[in-house]
Antibody, heavy 120, light 107 residues
Framework: QVQLQESGPGLVKPSETLSLTCNVS????????WSWIRQPAGKGLEWIGH???????NYNPSLKSRVTMSVDTSKNQFSLKLSSVTAADTAVYYC??????????????WGQGTLVTVSS | DIQMTQSPSSLSASVGDRVTITCRAS??????LNWYQQKPGKAPKLLIY???SLQSGVPSRFSGSGSGTDFTLTISSLQPEDFATYYC?????????FGQGTKLAIK
């Protein structure tokens, strides 16, 4: 059973860079896409982007200028960096395995989520 | 971006009821529509993919239908564990976008 676990600081100062890592266990990170999705308190879900194990990425245009994703197959983990954060970036951040095939894109395994608060 | 609109935003129902939630896309997305269930404090869980395919391990009381712009999620007989928030998500084009959610509460 694939399991994902997010880790990183829970508090980030405005204008700084949010950095999160997702550790994948119970299966190989290879040959899958991996996404980051966020959810402000009491609100809906926003796809941030995904990365393939080759390193190719696809980011949400609304965040593209501030997002960097990377993958480390030797550690079975992938990461998110979001720069120049503001209070609007305060949210629960989820990592998710992303299946992309003829049947479209589905987020079939999720981490438990980690709350990141942007505040001075 | 493709906008996804769910209705209703909230719904009250009783155990045993049949419930239908609707999702409408701002333009045709063929059958590239998924449904998720989210309980408080938990990550979303994939229920239905490609509009009508049941994810492994999901009870058969959940079903999905639709194509083009209009889709439905139906729960045939509500169980206590089904009270949650449900989201649709289109995967026809990036950015992948979600509906605003439908909160299903106990009447």
């Amino acid at each position: 059973q694939v399991q994902l676990q997010e880790s990183g600081p829970g508090l980030v100062k405005p204008s700084e860079t949010l950095s999160l890592t997702c550790n994948v266990s119970g299966g190989s990170i290879s040959s899958y896409y991996w996404s980051w999705i966020r959810q402000p308190a009491g609100k809906g879900l926003e796809w941030i982007g995904h990365i393939y194990t080759s390193g190719s990425t696809n980011y949400n245009p609304s965040l593209k200028s501030r997002v960097t994703m990377s993958v480390d197959t030797s550690k079975n983990q992938f990461s998110l960096k979001l720069s120049s954060v503001t209070a609007a970036d305060t949210a629960v951040y989820y990592c998710a395995r992303t299946s992309i095939a003829g049947a479209g894109t589905q987020f079939d395994y999720w981490g438990q989520g980690t709350l990141v608060t942007v505040s001075s | 971006d493709i906008q996804m609109t769910q209705s209703p935003s909230s719904l009250s129902a009783s155990v045993g009821d049949r419930v239908t939630i609707t999702c409408r896309a701002s333009r045709s997305i063929s059958s590239y529509l998924n449904w998720y269930q989210q309980k408080p404090g938990k990550a979303p869980k994939l229920l239905i993919y490609v509009a009508s395919s049941l994810q492994s391990g999901v009870p058969s009381r959940f079903s999905g239908s639709g194509s083009g712009t209009d889709f439905t999620l139906t729960i045939s007989s509500l169980q206590p564990e089904d009270f949650a928030t449900y989201y649709c998500q289109q995967s026809y084009s990036t950015p992948n976008t979600f509906g605003q959610g439908t909160k299903l509460a106990i009447k």
